[in-house]
Each structure stands twice: as structure tokens, then as C-alpha cells.
């Protein structure tokens, strides 16, 4: 079986993917600079595929730690989640985002190249396609106009594996522009865990529902929707691990580089992603309408035909799975990975 090295395996979306290929019995490998993640992950990760994946803690923007690696490992096929993601954060601090995002994925691609290793995945993001002229969006859809410094160094990546791929015909790139990932493990053991407040709608409803918060302040009810708040296409983490898979089968046929979005296709609202949750709870969430948050676009979601006719990847959760999933990871883990 193939052996794929996941940076980043220790996060979020990382961690459900790591599960994910260890249930197909692929064998897996992690670097993770745990800056934004737990060793304990990793137990969650063996609990739920009775297997522990090999752990290296280390950089991607360190070579000797990459280095190590691709010596002591066969490696098939990388796929790069590690990375700086926050919004807000970026914005405040751009050179940092920059080096980690880009400089690390340069210098992993180039430790790559000298281990002869030329398959890779990207996690990139539906944030490249700025605020979209219509939805769906699809995969011509002109990229640019990001609204903040983590979706640029999206854009860069981009970029950078296409002129790669164009000058190297060795290496094998898959992109994936993910949509909004959220939801949880099934089994409650693994899910998002932000540090202080979160960012992202889901944690935030989730961190309501268990006490944490107040309440959710919905950013603007004025938008031009059927309910006034903005639309987006959440996709179930575990739909989104499995499209992992299916970017690993397609680099078999050394495609050189190719693109795929990730997300299910229909649109949500804010309100309707509020009363999925609800209906997990079983009783009302409190919220109050807020300000409209700067850079949030009015509707963002996909077109799936490219994915499924492309790499047979077709979503299989709603998101009322999304919710119960979320809600059940958030009731099991009111502190996320923290120690109780
Ligand atoms: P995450 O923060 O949970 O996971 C990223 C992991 O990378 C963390 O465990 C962190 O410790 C590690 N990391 C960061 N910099 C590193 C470095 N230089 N070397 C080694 N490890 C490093 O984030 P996530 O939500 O799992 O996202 C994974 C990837 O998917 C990111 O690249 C993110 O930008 C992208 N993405 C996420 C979303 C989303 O909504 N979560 C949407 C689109 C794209
Ligand atoms: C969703 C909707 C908010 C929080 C971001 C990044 C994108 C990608 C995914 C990482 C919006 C509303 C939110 C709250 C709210 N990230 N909202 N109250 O903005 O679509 O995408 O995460 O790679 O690059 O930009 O996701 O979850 O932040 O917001 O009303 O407390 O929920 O206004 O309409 P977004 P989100």
C-alpha cells in the first residue's frame, strides 16, 4: 500500500483525512509542528482506526526535518494541510503568513524534488475565487481579488504549483479548493478545536450550545439572499477526508496538474446552518443580528459535476450530519484536546 506523507496531520481537516486513509489501509505518515494542534490527536486517531500513524514533529519549512523524513520513509505522495489559517490573524500579521504558507510549501516541494518524490496534494480554498460574479462557482471561474492575506497566499500556492507543473512534468499536482468544512468525527472523539474565540460559524454556534459563549452574533441580515444572510456550501470534514482519496487515485494517471472543488453544491445560509444546529440541540440557540463582518462575500458555493465525473468524489452528508456530528465532538469535548 501507498505511503503517503500528510504535514499538518495533526489538525483539523488533517487529522479526519489521517483516518480516513488509515481505514483503506494506506500507511501514514505526519509532520506537524504542533502550533496549532495536539499530540493527543494522535491516541484519538488510534482509538477510532486501531492503528497510531508515525509522528514526526518538526517544520515543513525546515529541511533537515523533511529530509529526515523522505530518508526514512518511502514516500508516495504528499499532502500538504499544514499551514497558518486564520482570517483576522493574517491581516494583522501578513509576513508571517506568507513564510509559513508559501516559503513552506516551496521549500517542502523542493525537498521533495531532491528525495524524487512528485505527487502532491494542496489544500487550497474556495476564498481564491474572491467574491465570485455568480454562483455556483466552477473550476474556470477566474481566481484573484482575495480580501485578505491568508487567501493570497492561497492564490500564490496556486500559482507556484502551476508553473511547477508546467516546468516539471515529473511532478503530479492535485488542487483542491475546499469549500467550508465542518462538522466532526462521527464517533465524537475528533473534530475542530480552535484556539480562544473562534472565527468560523460552526465552532462558534457549538461553543454557544455548550456555555462557552453567549450567544452567536450573526454578521449582517441585509444581504441579498432569501434571508438576508450570506450563503455558503458546508461540507461534512469526513466527506471532505475522503476526497483526499480520491485526489491520491487520480495522480496515478500523472495527470501533471489539476484542480478540483470540494464542497456539496448547495448553498446554506447562515439561518439555515443556525437551525440545523437547533434541531441537533433540541432547543433554540440564542443570537442577535451584528454588523457585517469586512471581506465576507455575499454567496459562495459550487458546482460538484468536475468532481464526480473527474474523481467519482460525491458528498454524502447534509448538513443536519454536519450539526449532529459537530455538536456531538463539542458535548464530548467541551474543552477540545485539553486535558479534562
Ligand atoms: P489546522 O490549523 O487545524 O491544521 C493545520 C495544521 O498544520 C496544524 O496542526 C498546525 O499545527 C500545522 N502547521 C502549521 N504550520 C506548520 C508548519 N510550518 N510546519 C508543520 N506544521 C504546521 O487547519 P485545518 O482547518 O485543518 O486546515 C488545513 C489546511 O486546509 C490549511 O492549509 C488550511 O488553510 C486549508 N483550508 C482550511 C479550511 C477550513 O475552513 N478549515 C478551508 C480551506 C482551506
Ligand atoms: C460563514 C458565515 C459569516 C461567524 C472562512 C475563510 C475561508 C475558509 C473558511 C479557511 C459568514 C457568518 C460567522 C460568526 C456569523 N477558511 N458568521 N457569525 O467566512 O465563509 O470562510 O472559513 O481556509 O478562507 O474566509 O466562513 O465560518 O467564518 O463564516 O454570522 O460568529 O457565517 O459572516 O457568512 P467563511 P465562516
Redesign the pocket.
Known amino acids: 500500500m501507498k505511503n503517503i506523507l500528510v504535514?499538518?496531520g495533526?489538525?483539523?481537516?488533517?487529522s479526519h483525512t489521517v483516518v480516513e486513509l488509515l481505514n483503506l489501509d494506506y500507511n501514514v505518515v505526519i509532520?506537524?509542528?504542533?502550533?496549532?494542534?495536539k499530540m493527543m490527536v494522535l491516541d484519538r486517531i488510534e482509538k477510532i482506526t486501531g492503528k497510531r500513524p508515525k509522528f514526526y514533529k518538526?517544520?515543513?519549512?525546515n529541511r533537515e526535518d523533511l529530509s529526515k523524513i523522505f530518508k526514512e520513509n518511502q514516500i508516495d505522495c504528499v499532502i500538504?494541510?499544514?499551514?497558518?489559517?486564520a482570517v483576522g490573524e493574517s491581516v494583522r500579521m501578513p509576513l508571517e503568513y506568507y513564510e509559513?504558507?508559501i516559503y513552506?510549501a516551496v521549500v517542502l516541494l523542493e525537498e521533495m524534488k531532491k528525495n524524487n518524490v512528485f505527487n502532491f496534494i494542496f489544500?487550497?480554498?474556495?476564498?481564491v475565487y474572491g467574491d465570485p460574479a455568480s454562483v455556483p462557482v466552477d473550476e474556470t471561474f477566474p481566481t484573484g481579488g482575495t480580501t485578505n492575506p491568508?487567501g493570497t497566499t492561497?492564490l500564490f500556492i496556486e500559482r507556484i504549483l502551476m508553473d511547477l507543473a508546467h516546468a516539471e512534468p515529473k511532478f503530479n499536482i492535485c488542487i483542491l479548493r475546499?469549500f467550508?468544512?465542518i462538522g466532526a468525527h462521527p464517533s465524537g472523539l475528533m473534530g475542530?478545536d480552535p484556539n480562544g474565540i473562534p472565527n468560523?460559524l460552526a465552532p462558534y454556534i457549538t461553543q454557544v450550545m455548550v456555555g462557552k459563549r453567549e450567544k452567536l452574533n450573526i454578521f449582517g441580515n441585509d444581504y441579498d439572499t432569501p434571508d438576508g444572510t450570506c450563503i455558503r456550501d458546508y461540507i461534512h470534514v469526513c466527506d471532505l477526508a475522503y476526497g483526499h482519496v480520491c485526489a491520491i487515485k487520480k495522480l496515478d494517471e500523472n495527470p501533471g496538474v489539476v484542480i478540483y472543488n470540494l464542497g456539496t453544491g448547495k448553498g446554506s445560509s447562515v439561518f439555515d446552518i443556525l437551525h440545523a444546529f437547533e434541531k441537533a440541540y433540541g432547543k433554540p440557540i440564542p443570537y442577535a443580528i451584528a454588523e457585517r463582518r469586512a471581506g465576507d462575500v455575499t454567496a459562495n458555493y459550487t458546482k460538484v459535476e468536475k468532481a464526480e465525473k473527474e474523481i467519482g468524489f460525491k458528498a454524502k452528508y447534509d448538513i443536519n450530519d454536519m450539526a449532529r456530528d459537530a455538536w456531538n465532538w463539542q458535548k464530548n469535548n467541551p474543552n477540545g484536546y485539553e486535558e479534562k
Open positions: 504535514t499538518g495533526t489538525g483539523y481537516i488533517g509532520i506537524d509542528n504542533l502550533s496549532n494542534s518538526g517544520d515543513i519549512r500538504n494541510f499544514a499551514g497558518l489559517k509559513n504558507n513552506g489544500s487550497s480554498s474556495a476564498t491568508y492561497k475546499y467550508n468544512p475542530e468560523n
